[in-house]
C-alpha cells in the first residue's frame, strides 16, 4: 500500500511539476499580451483560432481579477504542499499541514473540480471567445491525469475522496486555533478577491472593456441633441468624426461623442460621412456596407430641416434595413418625407458625401470611425477618458 501511494505521489509530482511550468509560461503570455505594447506574437498564436494571445486578452482569462493562469500556480502549488504534507508538518513553521491526514484525498478532488471547471473553460473558449489557446487545453489534460492517478477507485473513487476531504477537514476546524487561523486567512484572501476585482490591477483587458461598456451595452443615447449642432457653435475647438451608419462601432463612438459634448464646453463636433459602400465610395473594389450611402444622404438631407443629429442618432439607434425603414424614423422624427426625398437625391448632397469620402482618404483615413482634433487624425477608437483628457488639454473645459 505505502509502495503504490510513493508511486502515485511520484507520478502526480511529475505532472504538477510540467502544469506548474506550463502556468508559468502562461502566466509570461498573458503579461505580454496585456501589460507589454511591443510584445511578440507567442509561439502558440498560430491562426485566427488557435491563438493564446487572443485568448489572453479577453475577459475570461479572468476569475475575481486573477488571471486563470495564476490559478493554475495556486492549484499546483497547493498540490505540491499536499505531496509534502507528511514531512513539512515535522517543521514548526508548518506545523498545521498535520490537519492534511490524507493528501491524496485533496488531491484527487481537486483535481476533479479543476477538470470540471476546465471543461466549462474550454466550452466558453469554442462558442463564445471562438479561439483556442492549446497550452490551457493542455492544463485541462493534466489536471484530468492528476485526478484519475490521486483518485483510489479500489476504495471508492473520487466519492471516497471528497467525503474524506470533508471529514478531514471538518475535524481540522474543530480545533480552535485552526479554525480561528482558517478564517484569518478567508478573510484575507476574500479581502485580496475585492481588490483584484474592483482595481483590475492584474487584468487591464477588463479595465478597458469595462470604459466601452457603458457605449457599446447603451440601448439608446441618452446625450442626444436635436439640431444641427453638437457642442457649442463658438466652440474654439473642432472635433471632425468620419463615420458610417453600418459600422457596428459607430454607433458606440457616436454616443461617445455626444457625452464628451455634454460634459466638455469649448468643443463642437462636425460629423463627415465616410460610407463603406460601392455606391458612392468608388475607393472600394467591392460591396462592403451597403446601404451606407443611402443612410448618409437622408442624414445630410434631414440637416437642410435642421435635424441632422436627430437624424443621425436614430440611424444608428434603430438599425434601419432599407429606405423604407429610414423613412419611417424620418416621419417619427416629423421631418417633410416630400422634401427629405428630393434634397437626399440632390446633386448637391452627393457631391458633399463625395467631398466627405475624398477628404477622408486625402488624410489617410479609409476606416471608421475616426476622429480629427486639431489636424491630428486617429483610426478606430479610443477610450473616452483618452478623448477628454486631450480635449481638454487642448483647452476643453469641464461644463459646471
Same mark, same amino acid.
Given at each position: ?57 479577453? /475577459?475570461? %482569462? +479572468? !476569475?475575481?481579477?486573477?488571471?486563470? @493562469? ?6 499546483? #502549488?497547493?498540490?505540491? $504542499? ?125 479595465? /478597458?472593456? %469595462? +470604459? !466601452?461598456?457603458?457605449?457599446?451595452? @447603451? ?6 441633441? #436635436?439640431?444641427?449642432? $453638437? ?12 463615420s458610417d451608419y453600418q459600422c457596428p462601432i459607430c454607433r458606440a463612438h457616436n454616443i461617445m461623442i455626444h457625452k464628451l459634448a455634454h460634459e466638455l464646453r469649448g468643443i463642437r463636433i462636425i460629423h463627415k460621412n465616410l460610407p463603406l459602400d460601392t455606391e458612392c465610395n468608388g475607393y472600394l473594389q467591392s460591396p462592403f456596407h451597403e446601404g451606407s450611402c443611402m443612410e448618409a444622404r437622408y ?18 439607434d434603430k438599425k434601419p434595413k432599407n429606405e423604407q425603414e429610414v423613412l419611417k424614423l424620418a416621419e417619427k422624427l416629423g421631418l417633410d418625407i416630400a422634401k427629405l426625398r428630393e434634397d437626399a437625391q440632390s446633386s448637391e448632397v452627393s457631391r458633399e458625401i463625395r467631398d466627405n469620402i475624398r477628404e477622408a482618404y486625402s488624410k489617410g483615413i479609409n476606416g471608421t470611425p475616426a476622429t480629427v ?28
Open positions: 500500500m505505502e509502495k503504490t501511494q510513493e508511486r502515485k505521489k511520484i507520478a502526480i509530482a511529475v505532472l504538477a511539476l510540467i502544469g506548474l511550468i506550463t502556468t508559468i509560461k502562461l502566466c509570461f503570455i498573458y503579461y505580454e499580451a496585456n501589460f507589454n505594447p511591443y510584445a511578440l506574437a507567442s509561439f502558440c498564436s498560430v491562426n485566427e483560432f488557435i491563438d493564446c494571445d487572443g485568448v489572453a486578452k479577453t /475577459n475570461e %482569462s +479572468q !476569475f475575481f481579477g486573477i488571471p486563470l @493562469a495564476v490559478w493554475g500556480l495556486i492549484l499546483y #502549488s497547493f498540490i505540491f $504542499l499536499m505531496l509534502t504534507a507528511d514531512k513539512l508538518k515535522n517543521f514548526k513553521l508548518f506545523k498545521f499541514m498535520e490537519v492534511f491526514k490524507n493528501p491524496l484525498d485533496y488531491i484527487a478532488s481537486l483535481g476533479l473540480i479543476s477538470f470540471t471547471i476546465s471543461m466549462i473553460l474550454l466550452c466558453v473558449s469554442l462558442f463564445d471567445i471562438h479561439k483556442l489557446c492549446v497550452l490551457c487545453a493542455f492544463t485541462y489534460i493534466i489536471n484530468f491525469f492528476i485526478a484519475l492517478v490521486a483518485a483510489d477507485f479500489k476504495n471508492g473513487g473520487f466519492i471516497k475522496s471528497f467525503k474524506q476531504s470533508f471529514l478531514d477537514f471538518w475535524a481540522a476546524v474543530k480545533i480552535k486555533k485552526y479554525l480561528v487561523a482558517f478564517i484569518i486567512v478567508v478573510l484575507a484572501f476574500a479581502s485580496l478577491l475585492v481588490y483584484t476585482s474592483v482595481s483590475n490591477v492584474l487584468t487591464p483587458q477588463v479595465k /478597458n472593456s %469595462s +470604459q !466601452f461598456n457603458e457605449f457599446v451595452k @447603451a440601448k439608446s443615447n441618452k446625450y442626444k441633441v #436635436s439640431g444641427n449642432i $453638437l457642442g457649442d457653435s463658438d466652440a474654439k475647438i473642432t472635433v471632425y468624426v468620419y442624414a445630410l438631407a434631414a440637416e437642410k430641416q435642421g435635424k441632422f443629429w436627430d437624424m443621425n442618432t436614430a440611424l444608428f482634433i486639431n489636424g491630428e487624425a486617429s483610426m478606430g477608437i479610443k477610450k473616452y477618458g483618452e478623448y477628454k483628457e486631450l480635449l481638454i488639454k487642448q483647452g476643453a473645459e469641464e461644463r459646471k
